[in-house]
């Protein structure tokens, strides 16, 4: 599928929550979301900062909305169902192949007093039914870190196959490096249970 003539899906919408690319002032939002959520953060997002004002935060969402709509990367929040709060975010990163090879990676994270209660198995199955009616993906995939016991945990909740361990894959920050492991679910899988 060629990059430039895909007109990427903007929402999926569910009754206890909606799932859509970020928009100019969700700044606010973004920023409230992961003040609250450090501690949880920090391990498994190299990202997390103690603190990140609105400013940043908006500047964030405006690239990631940016990208959405060049087909370069496809960030998504994950919203209470009126839209008021941000529950995590999501994506469908194209570092496992990308439109062209109809295949993509699927991240995320929950801010911390919404996570472990089955709200992340609840967005992964979402996004998988996303993934596999509306958008090109013929294959999905989860990569988590080894020690990362709760996302291996939502990856097996939501049905995807445990494919295999990349063995010190990932070089960390202070120089040690980490087990990857793989999940995925295929499109033929996904359909031939729904
Ligand atoms: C991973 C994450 C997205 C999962 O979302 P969530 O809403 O907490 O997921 P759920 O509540 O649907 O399921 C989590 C499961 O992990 C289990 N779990 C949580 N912590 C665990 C631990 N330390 N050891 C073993 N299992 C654990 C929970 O018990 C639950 O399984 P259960 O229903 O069988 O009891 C969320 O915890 C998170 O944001 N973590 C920090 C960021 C992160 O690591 N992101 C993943 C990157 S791949």
Redesign the pocket.
């Known amino acids: 599928m060629g990059t430039d003539s895909f007109i990427a899906p903007e929402r999926w919408v569910t009754p206890d929550f909606v799932v859509r690319g970020y928009q100019l002032g969700d700044g606010v939002l973004l920023a409230e979301a992961v003040n609250a959520?450090f501690e949880?953060?920090t391990?498994?997002?190299p990202w997390a900062k103690p603190y990140q004002s609105v400013e940043e935060s908006e500047l964030i969402v405006r690239r990631f909305h940016g990208r959405y709509l060049l087909n370069a990367d496809f960030v998504l929040g994950i919203f209470s169902a009126d839209e008021g709060k941000l529950l995590?975010g999501s994506g469908f990163h194209l570092r496992e192949g990308g439109l062209a090879e109809r295949s993509a990676e699927?991240?995320?994270?929950?801010?911390?007093e919404?996570?472990?209660?089955?709200?992340?198995?609840?967005?992964?199955k979402a996004l998988l039914a996303w993934g596999f009616t509306e958008w090109p993906w013929e294959r999905l995939a989860?990569?988590?870190?080894g020690r990362?016991?709760?996302?291996?945990?939502?990856?097996?909740?939501?049905g995807m196959a445990h494919e295999g361990v990349l063995r010190q894959h990932s070089l960390m920050p202070d120089g040690s490096r980490r087990d990857t492991v793989l999940f995925a679910m295929l499109k033929e899988e996904w359909e031939r249970n729904h």
């Not at 699927?106 to 911390?112: E, K, N, S």
């Not at 989860?142 to 870190?145: G, M, P």
């Open positions: 959520s949880h953060l391990t498994f997002m995590g699927i991240g995320m994270w929950i801010r911390a919404a996570a472990g209660k089955g709200l992340g198995t609840a967005v992964l989860w990569h988590c870190d990362n016991l709760a996302s291996r945990r939502t990856a097996e909740k939501a």
